[in-house]
Nanobody
Framework: QVQLVESGGGLVQAGGSVRVSCAAS????????MGWFRQAPGREREFVAA????????NYADSVKGRFTISRDNAKNTMYLQMNSLKPEDTAVYYC????????????????????WGQGTQVTVSS
């Protein structure tokens, strides 16, 4: 079992920045591939970014590429999402997720690929 807890969301103005964190506990954190997803009201949960267990491989949704950066610190069992140049359309609940996989590139963008989820943290971007 892996337990995930997000933190760091809040209200930010358009063009601003915020960093959200995901603290993991339970099974060995460094053996898991992880990702960030978001869900806005009335919309399906969508992929934002993913990172391999080593941190050397990452992928991003086109809508956030160049603005968001995913990273992880396995010594601290924590994953981060640095969000810059925020837009009102980035407003959503942001969820971190984890999965145990030998193939990072297989299904990283698909919510059903992840077996562990946090409770989510709200990020609201005002215009």
């Amino acid at each position: 079992q892996v337990q995930l807890v997000e933190s760091g969301g809040g209200l930010v103005q358009a063009g601003g920045s915020v960093r959200v964190s995901c603290a993991a506990s339970g099974r060995t954190f460094s053996s898991t591939s992880m990702g960030w997803f978001r869900q806005a009201p009335g919309r399906e949960r969508e992929f934002v970014a993913a990172i391999s267990w080593s941190g050397r491989s990452t992928n991003y949704a086109d809508s956030v590429k160049g603005r968001f950066t995913i990273s992880r610190d396995n010594a601290k069992n924590t994953m981060y999402l640095q969000m810059n140049s925020l837009k009102p359309e980035d407003t959503a609940v942001y969820y971190c997720a984890a999965r145990e996989t030998l193939n990072f590139y297989s299904g990283y963008y698909f919510p059903a690929s992840y077996g562990y989820w946090g409770q989510g943290t709200q990020v609201t971007v005002s215009s």
